[in-house]
Every structure is written in structure tokens, then in C-alpha cells.
């Protein structure tokens, strides 16, 4: 079943623009994670929260994770044309078997020169 | 470190043939993943190893997909008979803590059945 589902689908964007992509999610996580796919490529992780965290950076990323919301949200700032690719975000339940991550459908980004 | 390799990286096979895809994961990650993505159904784990030994294959969709991992270095995935709705792009992840940790995904095997 599908776990984390990402808002928007697609979103274009400027380049220089703050992109903001957000994920819900439907049971209780370990952590959550923000993978980037570009086309015809595999996956590359981004970024890793835990449960117990409430916002993370990582140079132009910024995550944010409500657990009473069960959301989270991927920041972009100053977007580069090189950052258009899909985003995925990806749970790994808590308890046992959390090495099951669930993806996402993601969201398509087109950075525009 | 030269990340997961997969190979092929494309397929082109008949309904009915045995297909056969490679993964070499990193090298000192003891878990494994088979992924398997389409564009109706997202990207779906199918098998997880650790340490070599298959913990997980719950979503193996059928009898006719095995996998295997006779060492640390390298797994398989094969479907025997291959059918048109196997079509997909296969991925191969590692890990170093599959527990909650990060994983590393492979270039994927783009399979198409005619």
C-alpha cells in the first residue's frame, strides 16, 4: 500500500525560486526520507529525518516533519536547472521492519533556465 | 567506491523467455533490496536480504520471480516465464544499517516483454 504520497505531482518553477514539495503519510515512522530521481536514473538519497527531529538542512534542502500531522515538507531555495528531476519521499515504519521503506508516487520538478 | 552496479541495463526479451538480472552492491553493506517501479504502481519493494539471507520477500509478486544471493557481493533476480506485465524498471538498493538508514540505489534494469 502506498505510504507517503507527494503534493504537487508536478510543479515548475523558475530557476532561482524556492521550491516546496510535501508528503503525508498514514502510520507511525522511524524516519522519513527525501530521494531524488533524475530520468532514466536510480534513486539518490537526499535527506533522512528521524521521528523525534522537527527540521533538518542540508546546504539548499530544508526538511520539515510533523508527526501530529503525519507530513512533511522538502524545501529547494535558489532552485538550479540541474535540480529538475522527480522527488520521492520514502517512511520506514517504526517497530520492526523498518528497513521497509514505502515510496511515494513523487513529484516532478521542471526548473526552468 | 564505484556505488551499486547493475547489469543489464536494458532487456528486450519474449513472453515466456527466463530473464536474468545482476546486482553488485556496495562493498561491506549487508543488506540488499530488489525494487521494482512502474509508472501505475510506483516503485514496490519485492525482496530484502541480509547478511545474504532473504528476510522479506513478501512482495515477490509470484511464483515465477526468484531471487537469490549466494555471497556478498552479488545477487540475482530472475523471472521464469517472463509475461508483458513484468515490464518495469528493476532497481537494486544497499545498505549499510537497513534498519533505519539510507539506502543506495543501482542505475536500475530497464526489462521490456513483447
Known amino acids: 500500500s502506498q505510504q507517503g504520497e507527494e503534493d504537487p505531482q508536478a510543479l515548475s518553477i523558475q530557476e532561482g525560486e524556492n521550491a516546496t514539495m510535501n508528503c503525508s503519510y498514514k502510520?507511525?515512522?522511524?524516519?522519513l526520507q527525501w530521494y531524488r530521481q533524475n530520468s532514466g536514473r536510480g534513486l539518490v538519497h537526499l535527506i533522512l529525518?528521524?521521528?523525534?527531529?522537527r527540521e533538518k538542512h542540508s546546504g539548499r534542502l530544508r526538511v520539515t516533519l510533523d508527526t501530529s500531522k503525519k507530513s512533511s515538507s522538502l524545501l529547494i531555495t535558489a532552485s538550479r536547472a540541474a535540480d529538475t528531476a522527480s522527488y520521492f519521499c520514502?517512511?520506514?515504519?517504526?517497530?520492526?521492519?523498518?528497513?521497509?521503506?514505502?515510496f511515494g508516487k513523487g513529484t516532478k520538478l521542471s526548473v526552468i533556465p | 567506491d564505484a556505488g551499486v552496479i547493475q547489469s543489464p541495463r536494458h532487456e528486450v526479451t519474449e513472453m515466456g523467455q527466463e530473464v536474468t538480472l545482476r546486482c553488485k552492491p556496495i562493498?561491506?553493506?549487508?543488506?540488499l533490496f530488489w525494487y521494482r517501479q512502474t509508472m501505475m504502481r510506483g516503485l514496490e519493494l519485492l525482496i530484502y536480504?541480509?547478511?545474504?539471507?532473504?528476510?522479506?520477500d513478501s512482495g515477490m509478486p509470484e511464483d515465477r520471480f526468484s531471487a537469490k544471493m549466494p555471497n556478498a557481493s552479488f545477487s540475482t533476480l530472475k523471472i521464469q516465464p517472463s509475461e508483458p506485465r513484468d515490464s518495469a524498471v528493476y532497481f537494486c538498493?544497499?545498505?549499510?544499517?537497513?534498519?533505519?538508514?539510507?539506502?543506495?540505489f543501482g542505475p536500475g534494469t530497464r526489462l521490456t516483454v513483447l
Open positions: 536480504f541480509n547478511n545474504n539471507v532473504p528476510i522479506d
Open positions: 529525518i528521524r521521528s523525534n527531529e
Open positions: 538498493a544497499s545498505s549499510l544499517l537497513a534498519e533505519r538508514g539510507e539506502q543506495f
Open positions: 562493498s561491506g553493506h549487508n543488506s
Open positions: 520514502a517512511t520506514a515504519p517504526s517497530g520492526a521492519g523498518s528497513y521497509q521503506l514505502t
Open positions: 502510520t507511525s515512522i522511524n524516519n
